[in-house]
């Protein structure tokens, strides 16, 4: 990988500007009235990839949003990189907390990153990461330095649960045939401090309705008289953990991979600093599932979270009244085993079953995924280990992420490949907040590391 | 009150399509983005006030909206009946639930209107209540049978707590002088079961915030580590009632007025039929204190009701986050002898104490007022009953109501006077809700009764 260092310095400037180009376009695949961005972005996404030097570009229909699927194969008996990534973005509300629009890039300097960040809805999550796989791949065809065969599968409904892409890789084993598939959408521990993510969580997100009297009450006539959907909502939900955070929906824990003392001594091992983590939160606590540590919490246990609630009157001042309906969005973060569709159903079948006379109760599953784990003594994490140790000087730490990106485990069970997470951004990078923002070192930085992954991956693999 | 039926049926139509008039107008107090509207109906007030024979009629400017003084004094040795009523309207929120649009009021015949409704926001609560005294005040001075002397008083602030109204009150002692508080705003039984409104339940409205880490998060890197205030504020809610539905604030029930078994007995005799109101509002079970029956619960116990919920993402689709905020606004229903400033007080440091460590938790006191009972032996009692009769062929039955007009215990503190309440609507009238209507029936008889109420009241009076 001969001139990255000098390639990178001669278009630095250039590589920032295609991305907060790319960045302008609110691809927001949960909210239709976008629909036309969305498809906008996959466009950019196709010239992207053609320009960097891919020999075919297509933009694949699905009954959703399409996949822009791009190659360049240089040997038949080379090995095969599928780079996976998403063009779709998360919605920016609350919209009053972003300091600068969502889709008006802005770059500034933070205590996190002093060479700057790019301020923007997508930033990292995942425009910025899939953007150093297109300009990684721009450097070794410009430079005539691609070990391998490479494929891109990009897709635009990553945030609204991948609906269509488990179809797509079913429908295209042959077109999509691997070796390893590598994806960047996940993060690093810190900029002095690289790590790899081995493991990430499941997902089960359901939306709930609680349904009491057929319409709105005044709640003097009728308040105490009836079963008012808010208040049983807000029962229904707190019953959901006990006195100790546990989840209380029978046989949730049922599959739970439990980790060994050792392994979880290992995991305890990685920098964390509980008192920077509360302030950087501005909290006086943290709070979970007793008997664990926060690294343990958001990482090897599953949670249950409330993502947005709302019923009855939610406007400026008061008014009195019992609504006919009250809802919420919940999701479930999973662990290995626990397999995501046994969990939506026995979330529906408690969540209705604990529902009191009164009320009528609807559970509506919206997507889900499986966790993965992914072993350290695979070549591809052999590769990306060492491609770390070459740009960082640091050998980059294993790592178990919270977070979920549910169509990896399909990835395996379809492609049988493994997938290896390179992600470049941080925690501190809002993503799915107001305000998120990748590091122009970061990003920098993941174009010069991707190359060497190339090569290492093809020289192991030989 | 000769001939009021004759000048009825004359003046009908009219009568109709004033109020209608009136209707259209979206004086909704709550949102400041109709404070045009809520002025512009003060204006129409006092123009149907000097049209229906006021000698003076002022707009009187408060901190807030203008309250509407008008009277009539026709000797100085009559006495003096004071109307109150409200020209300020709820909110009409979910708008999608109306079949017609709130402020384009529609005229329909339903079950229980035969003769057809107006639905409208406001039809019932109050201008269409408000309006009949402007209309048979109307029919007095046109037939020179006005028996006393009237004041009215008009405030704009009723569906936010009457703010300014205490101070206007205070401030005008002798302006408001009188001998009887009148006001229609409230029900009765049915059209062929009139009833008096004898009680008031008391309010405290107040809004909660719960704030946890200071910006939202991503529910897979964070969820599980930290306190989510969505989750916690279900906790502390839900954590407001123990499972027989009794408030577990400390200090609630202190000051309740506790009924003994006759009362009890007594008021168990109005006529109720729990399997038609469970009907009405399409639910399979009513909800409540336990040892306690429906009628009971909404009128001589205290409640608390969560009237609106919100936190996190809320619209279409899924966003995995955890967000930085949580709110609620929550209203408690009062009895005779609590006090709602104190009950406010109760609530809040309640609330804050159980906060758990995590989060920061803010309560804002809305608005509040006492409970009201008013006895059955006053001559303004007396008054209104025998009107009833004169007008329905049946002695009205005292009820107590759930509702609260939380300036009714002032006005008794301040004027030294007894307030009636005469209400014409029913309870399925869906005042606070979508498709808020006024039967015609019920808006003719009420400018039918209130004149003998005038007679009757004056004569005893002597």
Known sequence: MNAIKSYIKQHKERFINELVDLLKIPSISADSAYRNDVLKTAEAIKKSLEKAGCDTVEICKTDGYPIVYGEKIVGKTLPTVLVYGHYDVQPPDPLDLWYSPPFEPVIKTTEKHPDGAIFARGA??????????????????????????????????????????????????????????????????ANDVPSITTGLRGLSYVEVEVTGPNRDLHSGLYGGAVANPINILAKMIASLHDENNHITIPGFYGKVEELSKEERAEMAKAPFNLESYKNALDIDAVYGEKGFTTNERNSIRPTLDVNGIW?????????????????????????????????????????????????????????????????????????????????????PIPQRSG??????????????????????????????????????????????????????????FE
Chains 1, 2 share one sequence.
């Open 124 to 189: 990292c999550d995942d425009k910025g990461q899939l953007y150093m796989h297109v300009k990684a791949l721009e450097f070794m065809t410009a430079t005539n330095q691609l070990p391998c065969n490479v494929k891109f599968m990009i897709e635009g409904e990553e945030e609204v649960g991948s609906a269509n892409l488990a179809t797509f890789v079913k429908n295209n084993h042959k077109k999509l045939e691997n070796d390893v598939i590598l994806i960047s959408d996940t993060g690093m521990i």
């Open 311 to 395: 019923g009855g009157y939610i406007g400026e001042g008061a008014k009195t009244v019992i609504p006919s309906k009250a809802f919420a969005k919940i999701s479930m973060r999973l662990v290995p085993h626990q397999d995501w569709e046994e969990i939506t159903q026995l979330f529906k079948t408690h969540f209705e079953g604990i529902a009191p006379k009164g009320v009528k109760v609807k559970v509506t599953p919206h997507h889900g995924g499986q966790g993965y784990v992914t072993p350290i003594d695979s070549i591809g994490y052999l590769a990306a280990s060492k491609a770390y140790e070459t740009t960082f000087g640091k050998t």
């Open 403 to 460: 977070g979920s990106i549910p169509i990896v485990a399909l990835f395996e069970k379809e492609l049988k490949s493994k997938t290896i997470l390179m992600g470049f951004g941080l925690d501190s990078d809002a993503i799915h907040s107001p305000n998120e923002h990748f590091g122009i070192w970061n990003y920098i930085k993941g174009i010069e590391t991707i190359p060497w992954f190339y090569k290492y991956f093809t020289e192991i």
